[in-house]
């Protein structure tokens, strides 16, 4: 069984910051990726960031590249979110997943997700 438990959504002001936190348990959780998704109200879910099995590479989406900062700790099985410079466009229910070996931007690629964690940027 794997469990992925997100948290630090909340309400932020346009041009600011907020971090969230994804902990995950259970078997074989360090040999795969884990990532970030999210999903505005109305629209397709959309891949933010990952970050390899070991932490050293990580890949972001379009919308995110400068702003967004994905890092994992190994130890803890967590992995972090740092979103900087926040414009509305970023509010959204964000969910951490895993299950694949291989990064990819593809949801259906991800066999295990989190129950979600709401960011609202306020303009």
């Known amino acids: 069984q794997v469990t992925l438990v997100e948290s630090g959504g909340g309400l932020v002001q346009d041009g600011g910051s907020v971090r969230l936190s994804c902990v995950a348990s259970?078997?074989?959780?360090?040999?795969?990726?884990l990532a970030w998704f999210r999903q505005a109200p109305g629209k397709d879910r959309e891949f933010v960031a990952a970050?390899?099995?070991?932490?050293?590479?990580?890949y972001y989406g379009d919308s995110v590249k400068g702003r967004f900062t994905i890092s994992k700790d190994n130890a803890e099985n967590t992995v972090y979110l740092q979103m900087n410079s926040l414009i509305p466009e970023d509010t959204a229910v964000y969910y951490c997943?895993?299950?694949?070996?291989?990064?990819?931007?593809?949801?259906?690629?991800?066999?295990?997700w989190g129950q979600g964690t709401q960011v609202t940027v306020s303009s």
């Open positions: 997943a895993t299950g694949t070996p291989t990064p990819s931007k593809v949801s259906r690629h991800y066999a295990y």
């Open positions: 259970g078997r074989t959780v360090n040999h795969w990726v």
């Open positions: 970050v390899s099995r070991g932490g050293s590479s990580s």
